[in-house]
């Protein structure tokens, strides 16, 4: 359905109506709903209206994907319950969402924008949140900080939510405001970095994949490793920033030679940037005998000076050479000399 501006749209005592696509400018009501129900009313826009969209006794109607501007009020609900409010946009009205002896409506993922007064509500207690991580609306007056994450907001990491939870009156809180009126989805692969270089076949590999969330909410993802043709995949919660994610690679039955690595982080909903979810490790790895330390498959004079050269050397000491510490204890020890003289002498055939 399509009005020409000025003029309003009245949903009288019917159900299952469809309204969208229309602008309404300077009238009464852009869009009056008087004891409707199982109603859709979308993608339309309100300005300079008394009310953008007004329900009277009207139940289990969903509104999205509205922009109400510069009216008096943008959305008005009047002994309507069960509502689904869903991603508006209320901008510079003087009230943003008035309710009136109605409940349990679901108001999630709105955007109250300098409002004078963002919500008049009388006799009312609604849902303003769809939980963690989902959250609820973004208020351009919320004051709050976004430093934590998790259902606590207790945890390190920004994860798109604010802190502490936006008042609306003592019987309606939005637990989890949004701290950006839209959304943006955008996750990368952006370097992978090994324990080691070279490991001994039997021994772990650690793969560290350094993924970044660059939009502004919390983003569960799946990550995925391949080794040459095989694969490791891990599920992971991105805050906002940078996450190191460490796969480990058993390579018990692993065939002895040289390995590729890359990354990849499966695209997330309402993503559209993905030329950066995928990354390559550069060089390869190489999976030999256990002992030798330098990768040319035999274990010589060489490798045993290597090892006693660092001998007591520990991880993060300049002398240290994760290749020497062949049973990846962090350490340079009697242990790791034992496993290389036990084979000394060993060529790959």
């Not at 108001?107 to 989902?134: K, R």
């Not at 370097?191 to 270089?197: A, L, P, R």
Request: hydrophobic content about 30%; proline content about 3%; charged content about 15%.
């Amino acid at each position: 359905m399509c009005v020409d501006p000025n003029s309003s749209i009245l949903i009288d005592n019917v159900s299952g109506s469809n309204i969208s696509n229309n602008v309404i400018k300077t009238s009464d009501h852009g869009i009056l709903l008087n004891r409707t129900e199982n109603s859709f009313i979308a993608n339309n826009e309100f300005v300079e209206n008394w009310a953008g969209i007004e329900l009277f006794y009207s139940h289990n109607n969903t509104i999205t994907n509205n922009n109400a501007t510069e009216n008096i009020y943008g959305i008005i609900q009047s002994e309507s319950s069960s509502n689904f409010l869903l991603n508006n946009k209320a901008a510079d009205n003087q009230y943003g969402v008035k309710l009136s002896n109605s409940n349990n409506n679901v108001i999630q993922s709105n955007a109250f924008v300098n409002n004078t007064l963002q919500v008049i509500s009388s006799a009312s207690i609604n849902i303003w949140d769809n939980g963690y991580p989902s959250g609820g609306n973004y208020w351009s007056d919320y004051t709050g900080a976004d430093l934590k994450s998790g259902p606590n907001q207790d945890q390190p990491g920004s994860d798109g939510v604010g802190d502490t939870p936006y008042t609306i009156d003592a019987n309606n809180t939005d637990r989890y405001p949004l701290m950006n009126a839209i959304a943006v989805h955008d996750v990368a692969i952006t370097n992978i970095t090994t324990s080691k270089t070279i490991v001994g076949q039997g021994f772990n590999l650690y793969i560290r994949v350094q993924a970044e969330n660059k939009g502004n909410r919390l983003e569960t993802v799946n990550v995925t490793v391949y080794v040459n043709t095989s694969i490791i995949t891990q599920t992971v919660n991105l805050t906002i920033g940078t996450t190191i994610i460490t796969f480990t690679l058993n390579t018990t039955g692993w065939t002895k030679g040289n390995y590729t690595i890359n990354a990849y982080a499966w695209p997330v909903p309402g993503e559209t940037q993905t030329k950066d979810n995928t990354f390559t490790y550069e060089g390869f790895i190489k999976i030999t005998v256990p002992g030798d330390t330098d990768g040319d498959r035999d274990i010589d004079i060489y490798d045993i000076v290597r090892l006693a050269s660092i001998y007591g050397a520990k991880k993060g000491e300049a002398r240290f050479n994760p290749n020497c510490d062949i049973d990846g204890n962090d350490v340079i020890n009697i242990y790791d000399v034992v496993i290389a003289t036990s084979r000394y002498g060993y060529k790959e055939p």
